[in-house]
């Protein structure tokens, strides 16, 4: 079975000041590892995919990467509009290939 | 491009009736899934469909259905609603299974 597990569950950082969320995985097969912001009352919104171990991707202030077991998503000198719920998602190729298995998510909050 | 979306926006239920929520997804995406997003579980996969073929289930009860129509729509059902089916039910569409998948902004479902 599938499993993800995100760290920390919340996380409070000043405006400017960078800091990672972890994202820890066990998978049968990595097809790919999904992130994605999710803002209060609304859908997740897709960030990055990463495929293999060594990838990195990058948008904005974000820069996500990836390791056999983990996934690191760096955040560089936040803004008060970065603050959100960041999940993390795997896709395995075994059993239930079409589906994704998401973390419980990491809230972010940037204070001013 | 309109993205994935979902109709009704908000419901609300009492125990024992029966619900259907719909989806519709990114225009050529064939590829649609469901998700029920609760604060204590997160984020739990229902199903997913690929050219009207359901090809996974999650592990919910029979109560929980759906289905594609031949233009990519899709459905699900719950009947005798409970109350731990209050939650938000989020679609996402993807063009296959291995690409990132879009969601939809959910319909959040009350049940009294």
């Known amino acids: 079975e599938d499993q993800v597990t995100q760290s920390p569950e919340a996380l409070r950082l000043q405006e400017g000041e960078s800091s990672s969320l972890n994202c820890s995985y066990t998978?049968?097969?990595?097809?790919?590892l999904f992130w994605y912001r999710q803002d209060p009352g609304k859908g997740p919104e897709f960030l990055f995919t990463?495929?293999?171990a060594g990838e990195e991707k990058e948008k904005e202030r974000l820069k996500a990467t990836l390791t056999k077991k983990e996934s690191f998503l760096h955040i560089t000198a936040p803004k008060p509009e970065d603050s959100a719920t960041y999940l993390c998602?795997?896709?395995?190729?075994?059993?239930?290939?079409?589906?994704?298995?998401f973390g419980k998510g990491t809230k972010l909050s940037v204070i001013p | 491009k309109a993205g994935v979306t979902q109709t009704p926006r908000y419901l609300i239920k009492t125990r024992g009736q029966q619900v259907t929520l719909s989806c519709s997804p990114i225009?050529?995406?064939?590829?649609v899934s469901w998700y029920q997003q609760t604060p204590g579980q997160g984020l739990q996969f229902l199903f997913e469909?690929?050219?009207?073929?359901?090809?996974n289930k999650g592990n919910f009860p029979g109560r929980f259905s759906g289905r594609q129509f031949s233009n990519s729509r899709s459905e699900m059902n719950v009947s005798t609603l409970e109350l731990g089916d209050s939650a938000l039910y989020l679609c996402?569409?993807?063009?296959?299974?291995?690409?990132?998948?879009?969601f939809g902004p959910g319909t959040r479902l009350t049940v009294l």
């Open positions: 998978v049968s097969g990595l097809r790919g």
């Open positions: 990463l495929y293999s």
């Open positions: 998602a795997v896709q395995g190729s075994g059993a239930g290939s079409y589906q994704l298995t």
């Open positions: 996402a569409s993807s063009l296959n299974t291995n690409n990132e998948q879009f």
């Open positions: 469909y690929f050219s009207e073929t359901q090809r």
């Open positions: 225009s050529g995406h064939r590829s």
